[in-house]
Structure formats: C-alpha cells, structure tokens
C-alpha cells in the first residue's frame, strides 16, 4: 500500500492509495492560520503527529520528504 502527496502552495493533501484503506490527511502548514499553530516548531510537531498516521506505508520516505521540501520551500518565502 502506497501514498499519494498532492501539494498546493499553503497545504498538502495525502491519500492512501488502496481500496480497502480510505485514509486521507490534509496538511495545513499556513503559518498564518491560528487555529493550527503559533511557532514554527508547533508547526512541525503537528505535521509530525499527521505523518505518524501513514506511517505503515511503502513509500513513507519519499511522502515525508516530499512534504519536508514543501514545507521549507513555504517557510523561506514567509
């Protein structure tokens, strides 16, 4: 069973791609939305617990890494 990452400029979008299996988590890394976070380490630690939940994946590497690049791409334009 594998993941699928869609990313947009303020959040990301993972599905797991199985039929049996209807996980879907939406990333909110919008460092303006209060409802989430106020620092960037809450940031992370809330993405960490997100990304425990696909943590049985076949390709969990590549998902965290892939929302790792996203993330610090959306940090440094802040």
Known sequence: MKAIIKTYPSN?????????????????????????FETKEEMRELIDEWLEEIKDV???EEIAQ????QLEKYISEE
């Open 12 to 36: 990301a979008e993972i599905f797991v791609d199985d039929a049996n299996d209807n996980r879907h988590i939406s990333v909110s890394y919008d460092f303006q939305d209060p409802n989430f």
């Open 58 to 60: 076949e390709n969990y």
């Open 66 to 69: 892939a929302l790792e690049i």
